[in-house]
C-alpha cells in the first residue's frame, strides 16, 4: 500500500517521463546499493526513516523507485514529512554513483554547510528539490550541468547567488523556485540568463529582494511562462511594458515588492490572465477604467488592494465574468459600484473598502449567490441597504461601516443564516428594528 502510495506521489511531481518507468519489484544492482549503504551511513536518522535500508533490493527500500527493466535506481525521494524528524548528517559523495538518477528530493531536512558540488554529475536529473533541506552559502554554479533538468527547487534564506549566469544551460527547465534566496546584488540583469529558457512555465523568487528590472530586452524568449511570482521584492521601479507582452501569462503575482509608476496598459490585454496580484505597491499608479475598459474575461483572482489605483469603477465590470476574488481596498477608486457587478456571478469575495465610493448599492448585488464576504466600509456610499442582500445565503462577513447609509437594516438580513460578523455602525441608519429569529445572536 505504502508502496503505491509513494509511486503515485512520484509521478505526481514528475509527471510525464518518469512515472511508468519507475517501480520496486525489479531487482536493484550491488553497486548502486552499495552506494545508497555509505549514503546512509553519513546520514543522522533520528527518526529511523531509513530502517528499511538493508537487505539485497534497494529498490524496495523507502523512497527508492529503480527502473523497471535495468533495475537502476531513478528515484531518491527523501523529503522530511509531517510527524518525523528531518534527516542530519552529510551527503557522502557516494549519491554521485546513481548515475541514472533522476528524481532526488532532500527538501526540509536538517543538513548544513553548502550544497554538494558533485551534484552536478547527476546529468539524467530531471527533478532537484533542495528547498528549505538546511544547505547554506552559494549555490554552486555548476547545477547549470544538469541540462535534464525540468524542476529545480532552490529556495531557502540560507542559501546566495551571485549571478544567474548558469542557469541558462539548463534549456529543459520548466519550473524553477527560489524563494527567499538573497538576489539582491544582482541588479536589473537577473531576468537575462532567464530569458533564454524556452521551456520555463513557472517562476518562483518570491522575496528574494530583486531589485531592479531591465527594461528593454532584444528579444522575449518567455513563450512558456503562465506562472510568475516576484512578491516581495525591493524593486523601487516602474514595471516593464515587455511584461505585458508574455501571452502566455496564467498568473502574476509581484505584490509588496515597491513598485512605482503606472500598470502598463498591455496587462488588461493579457489573454490568458487568470490571476493578478499586484498589491501594498503604495506608488503604483493606474486608473480603473483603462485597467477594466478591456474585457477579462478568464481573470478569476484580482488584488490591486493598497496601491495608487483611481478613477471610477466602469460598467464593463460586469464583464468579468470568471471573477471570484475581488480586492481594491484602500485606493483612490470613487464613482458608482455599476450595477453590471450584479453579472458576475462567481464572486465570493468583494473588498472596496476604504475608497471614495459614491451612490447607492445597487441591487442587483443580490444576485452574487455565492458570496461569502463584502467589504464596503469607509466610503461615501447613501441611499438605503437594498434588501435584496438577504439573497446571499452564503455570506458570512458584510461589512458596510463608516458610510452614509441610511433607513433601516433590512429585515431580510435575518435570514442569512452563515453570517458571522455584521458591521454597519457608524452610518445614517435609523433605529427600530431587529432582524427577527435567532440567526444573529451577536446583534442582541
Ligand atoms: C517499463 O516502462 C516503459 C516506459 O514507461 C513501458 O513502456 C514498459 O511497458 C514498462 N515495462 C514494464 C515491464 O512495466
Ligand atoms: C542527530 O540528530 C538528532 C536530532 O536531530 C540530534 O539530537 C543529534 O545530535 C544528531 N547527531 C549527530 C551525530 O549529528
Ligand atoms: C520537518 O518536519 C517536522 C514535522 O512536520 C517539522 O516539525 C520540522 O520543522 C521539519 N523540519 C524542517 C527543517 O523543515
Ligand atoms: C519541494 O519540496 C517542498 C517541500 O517538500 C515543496 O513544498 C515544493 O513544492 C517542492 N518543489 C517542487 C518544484 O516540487
Ligand atoms: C560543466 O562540467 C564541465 C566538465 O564536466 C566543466 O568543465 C564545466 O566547468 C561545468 N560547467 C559549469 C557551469 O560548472
Ligand atoms: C532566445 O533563445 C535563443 C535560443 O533559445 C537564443 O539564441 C537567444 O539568444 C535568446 N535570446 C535572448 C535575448 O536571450
Ligand atoms: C512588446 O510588444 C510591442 C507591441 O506589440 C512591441 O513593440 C515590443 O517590441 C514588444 N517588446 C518585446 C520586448 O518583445
Ligand atoms: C460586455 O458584455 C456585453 C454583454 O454582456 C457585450 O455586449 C459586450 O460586447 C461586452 N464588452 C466587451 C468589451 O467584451
Ligand atoms: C476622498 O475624497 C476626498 C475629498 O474629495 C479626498 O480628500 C480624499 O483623499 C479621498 N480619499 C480617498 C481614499 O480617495
Ligand atoms: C436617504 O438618503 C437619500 C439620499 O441621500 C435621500 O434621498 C433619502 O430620502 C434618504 N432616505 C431616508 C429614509 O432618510
Redesign the pocket.
Known sequence: METFQFLWIICLLSAELICGEVAQLVHCNAAEREALLDLKMGLNDSWSRLSSWHGTNCCQWSGIACHNTTGAVLVVDLPNSSGRQPLGGEIRPSLAKLKSLKHLDLSGNNFAGKIPHFLSSLENLQYLNLSYAGFSGAIPPNLGNLSSLQFLDVSYWGLTVDNLEWLSGLLSLKYLAMNSVHLSKLGGEWIEPLNKLPLLSELHLEYCGLSGFSYS?P??NFTSLKVLNLQGSLFKAKLPT?LA?ISSLVSVDIGNSWLTGRIPLGFGELPNLQSLKLNYNLKLSASCFQLFARSWKKIQILDLSITGLHGRLPTLLGNMTSLIHFDLHFNYIDGGIPSSIGKLSNLQYIDLSLNNLTGSLPDSIGHLKNLVELRLNSNLLQGSIPSSIGNLQRLTTLTLASNKLNGTLPASIGLLSELSSLDVSLNKLTDGFMPSGSFLPFLA
Open positions: 530586452l528579444s522575449l515587455w507582452n
